[in-house]
């Protein structure tokens, strides 16, 4: 775990150091401190959205390692410590969106825009591990992540289509 410190006030503050879009940043929180709070108010990175906070609707997921989508709702920034995470910040290179941000555009993936960074997140992460999903692959990797506005048929579509697949429906 990270050091430890008190500050003036006699609050517990942690140092804690996590890899980010592949940028390094250490800094200052509270043990109570949420990654989705930390990557928000700490570094800036609002692309992660604070929907529930109980790791039910998908709005705050992240990559650890690059590959695993998590709810950062879910996870304190001092269990982050040491560990690296992709943003939706950290999928575009360069200024040009990546092929998965292409085919949501594509789609109509999107309305409110709530959604969408977990969403290309999480299908990011599955076309990583599996570049050709089927359908039903494809809804169970999105399953954690809840959308109000596009009844999922374009976001699937989106999906399939960045597979390089026929797109279903």
Known sequence: MSN???????VRRYVVSITVNGDEYTKMVKSNTLLVNFLRDALDLTG???????????????LLDGKTPINSCLMLA????????ITVEGVASHEKLDHIQEKFIEHGALQCGYCTPGMILSAKALLTRNPKPTEHEVREAIA?????????INIIKAIMDASGQEIPM
């Open 78 to 85: 001092v269990e982050a410590d040491g560990r690296e995470f």
């Open 4 to 10: 430890m410190i008190i500050d003036k006030d006699g």
């Open 144 to 152: 954690g992540n809840l959308c109000r506005c596009t009844g999922y």
């Open 48 to 62: 992660t959205k604070k929907g529930c906070e109980l790791g039910d609707c998908g709005s705050c997921t992240v």
